[in-house]
């Protein structure tokens, strides 16, 4: 990874960077960096100093790897967010993630943190607590997306050296927006910080970090990546009055018992 004598990042390759957390890390990273290149398919706006906006699609794999020529690490945010049908998946997700990491290997690129999901573990038992060697149990196309990126990543590490984290990313918003989400949910501020550990740790290897934070009930153990130093700061505590006065889920629903929430009922988009 090429740092400066500043201690800042040089050129980071940032996808994804017109979504919710696009938006948040386009600028919350800049003090870490020299230097941005924002990706996404959709519009991204005008380029601020030390910006530099590329569309691409992430399923074009000649558009990716110029994409990635010239970078010096790269955040990976891009792609479907929700569960939709296969194709779509296959299209922005398992082919995304797989011409992220190709144009990292074809570049030197040395270092990625890949947004994955608690939808790898979705299928996982609400109350239960899940560490990063726990069996996975993705809960839709979506979550197996992001198992099959973790998995890729695992592979280029041992293979090509390229470290990763794999942010296993609960309910990232400005506000927790429901029960589950009480225990789920990841501020802006500690997601911030949780790249930031990412992009700095001496040693990263390959680190599977669940991105929660610092909230009373906890389903994920993230002692496993103790390495990287995250300490989250934010807690969902302050909005718990809020959220309890919502009226009451019925326990009996498959989204009131796993890990996934709604996730798990999603789909099918076919008909049988
Ligand atoms: P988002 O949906 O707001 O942003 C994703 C971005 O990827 C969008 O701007 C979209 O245009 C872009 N994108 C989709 N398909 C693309 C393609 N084929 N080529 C290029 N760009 C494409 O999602 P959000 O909330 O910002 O999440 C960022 C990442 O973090 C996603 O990978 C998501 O799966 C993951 N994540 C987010 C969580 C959250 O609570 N916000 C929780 C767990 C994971
Ligand atoms: C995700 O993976 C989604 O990208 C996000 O939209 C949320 O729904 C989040 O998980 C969640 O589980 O709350």
Redesign the pocket.
């Known amino acids: 990874m090429t740092t400066t004598e500043t201690n800042k990042l040089g050129r980071l390759l940032l996808t994804g960077a017109a979504g919710g957390l696009g938006h948040v890390l386009r600028r919350r990273l800049k003090p870490y960096v020299t230097s941005m290149r924002l990706s996404d398919i959709a519009p991204l706006g005008e380029a601020t100093e030390h910006e530099e906006i590329v569309r691409c699609n992430l399923a074009d794999k000649a558009a990716v790897d110029r994409l990635v020529r010239g970078c010096d690490a790269i955040v990976h945010m891009g792609g479907v ?2 569960e939709r049908p296969f194709e779509e998946i296959l299209e922005a997700n398992i082919k995304g993630v797989f011409h992220v990491y190709e144009g990292a290997r074809r570049h030197g690129v040395k270092r990625v943190v890949f947004a994955s ?3 790898v573990v979705g299928f996982h038992k609400q109350g239960e607590v899940q560490d990063a060697d726990c069996v996975r149990r993705p809960d839709t196309y979506y979550g197996l997306s992001k198992s099959y990126g973790e998995d890729l990543s695992r592979f280029y590490f041992d293979r090509y050296g390229i470290e990763s984290a794999c942010l296993r ?3 990232c918003f400005p506000e927790p927006r429901d029960r589950r ?1 009480l225990v ?1 949910w990841l501020s802006y501020r500690d997601l911030t910080e949780l790249v930031r550990c990412c992009l700095f740790a001496p040693h990263l290897g390959h680190t599977i970090v669940y991105g929660v934070s610092n909230n009373r009930d906890k389903w994920w153990d993230n002692s496993r990546a103790a390495h990287i130093g995250f300490h989250p700061q934010d807690s969902s505590e302050p909005f718990r009055a809020t959220i309890e006065a919502l009226p009451p889920v019925d326990p009996d629903e498959p989204a009131a018992q796993f890990q ?2 709604g ?1 798990v009922e999603a789909g099918p988009f076919e008909a049988p």
């Open positions: 967010s929700v999901s608690n939808h990313i609960g309910s989400m789920t996934g929430g996730f």
